[in-house]
Nanobody, 115 residues
Framework: QVQLVESGGGLVQAGGSLRVSCAAS????????MGWDRQAPEKQREWVAR???????NYGDSVKGRFYIFRNNAQNTLYLQMNNLQPEDTAVYYC?????????WGQGTQVTVSS
């Protein structure tokens, strides 16, 4: 089992930056990749970014060039640095981890960008 707890969401003005975090605990030694998804009100969940155990990174088209995903393995923490935020980035951001055939999710953290 893996437990994921997000933090760091909040309110920011358009053009600003924010960093959200995801603390992982439990049986985490066999996690193959971690990532972030988001869901805005009345919209489908959208994939945002992913990082593999060998540090390969991928981003969704809507955030490419503005967001950066990284991890601190010593602290078992995943981060998402979000720059040049726009109102359309407003959503609940969810951390996820893939371990074998199982995927785990956090409870989400709200990010709100005002225009």
């Amino acid at each position: 089992q893996v437990q994921l707890v997000e933090s760091g969401g909040g309110l920011v003005q358009a053009g600003g930056s924010l960093r959200v975090s995801c603390a992982a605990s439990g049986t985490i030694f066999s996690i193959s990749s971690m990532g972030w998804d988001r869901q805005a009100p009345e919209k489908q969940r959208e994939w945002v970014a992913r990082i593999t155990s060998d540090e390969r990174r991928n981003y969704g088209d809507s955030v490419k060039g503005r967001f950066y995903i990284f991890r601190n393995n010593a602290q078992n923490t995943l981060y998402l640095q979000m720059n040049n935020l726009q109102p359309e980035d407003t959503a609940v951001y969810y951390c996820n981890a893939l371990m074998g055939p199982n995927q785990y999710w956090g409870q989400g953290t709200q990010v709100t960008v005002s225009s």
